[in-house]
């Protein structure tokens, strides 16, 4: 069940466009290909990698959003803006089982146009961690919710 390397960050913002561009403008990244979670969402790409997600935060976050990823905080600005850690992993299975043997809760999803299965679960702290597993490994896990069904 190892993990391989951090992913991306999330971060939440009530300024989608300013964000985007101030990152693209500042930093030299790139926007980059999103898979459709039915609520806005921004990648941002060194190179061929996307490393900074970025979704509409605050009180007022879309329905989908909330089903999707939950919110831990509605800040939009300081540290509370970062919604999630994500990190690549492998061992799906051997991963549930030692979360499930720890009491740790988590959820299932899969972005199905990307390939991915994914877990969501609370550190500690109250910081989203999301594990990021290759849809192949897991043949025969249902997800509890996929992106492409929500509304």
């Known amino acids: 069940m190892p993990l391989h390397h951090l992913e991306h960050f999330l971060i939440q913002t009530a300024d989608l466009d300013g964000t985007r561009d101030w990152y693209v403008n500042n930093l030299g990244m790139r926007v980059g290909h999103a898979p459709d979670f039915k609520f806005p969402v921004v990648w941002l790409y060194i190179g061929d990698t996307d490393v900074l997600h970025l979704t509409v935060g605050g009180k007022n976050v879309s329905e989908n959003r909330k089903a999707y990823l939950g919110q831990q905080s509605d800040a939009t600005q300081g540290s509370g803006v970062v919604d999630h850690i994500a990190f690549r992993c492998t061992g799906l299975r051997e991963m549930m089982e030692n979360l499930q043997q720890r009491d740790v809760k988590f959820h299932k999803r899969m972005v199905d146009d990307q390939g991915l299965f994914q877990l969501f679960m609370l550190d500690p702290n109250g910081v989203k961690i999301e594990l990021n ?19």
């Open 133 to 151: 597993f290759t849809n192949a490994e897991a043949q025969g896990i249902a997800p509890e919710l996929m992106a492409a069904a929500l509304p």
